[in-house]
């Protein structure tokens, strides 16, 4: 349901965003609404509450964000509270900013090493990335975990490339397992 809410509530916000010509206002307002939203668990907490009036959270909302942010986002924020839908704010905002990356050519990419790679091989990686994709430019996030003992596991999305040597001898592993000897 959460889902379905943020995809409803976030395609509005491209929508609106799209028709006023003002994408990337709009997209940097949600990636700091984003932080704030996150950041401050007790707001969105307080504006969630049932014992808070609809009235009440509206003025909290425009006490905080008037003036902050745009008439576009302050709007949409109000709209969000009026609905009851303050508790999936950080959902909707996510598949807003989600969505205008997929516009852009922006991909994010997870990638977990066995040790910590050099600046130079991971703009290699990057590289790589950007020459085998449709992404113009990557948001990248590094991990480093010595349980894969050497190679690397890139995610991009719901897609996985693993090179690493665990995986590699577990697949091992199962083949040996299923030899059978006459």
Excluded: C
Aim: proline fraction near 1%; hydrophobic fraction near 45%.
């Amino acid at each position: 349901m959460a889902k379905l809410v943020s995809k409803i509530y976030g395609d509005a916000l491209w929508q609106a965003a799209r028709e006023k010509n003002k994408v990337d206002e709009i997209f940097e307002e949600a990636k700091a609404l984003g932080q704030v939203f996150e950041s401050h668990r007790d707001l969105v907490h307080l504006l969630d509450h049932p014992q808070v009036v609809k009235e009440e959270k509206l003025q909290i909302t425009r006490n905080v964000f008037q003036g902050k942010i745009s008439d576009e986002m302050m709007g949409f924020l109000a709209a969000i509270v009026d609905k009851g839908r303050q508790n999936d704010i950080l959902a909707i905002l996510d598949y807003f900013i989600k969505q205008v990356k997929e516009e852009k050519g922006i991909g994010m990419a997870q990638v977990t090493s066995a040790v910590e790679l050099t600046e130079a091989q991971k703009e290699q990686v990057k590289g790589k990335l950007l020459a085998t994709t449709r992404y113009v430019e990557f948001e990248m996030n590094y991990i480093v975990d010595p349980s894969l003992i050497g190679g690397m596991v890139i995610r991009i999305g719901d897609r996985v490339v693993d090179s690493s040597i665990r995986t590699q001898l577990y697949e091992l592993k199962k083949q040996l397992l299923d030899v059978q000897l006459a």
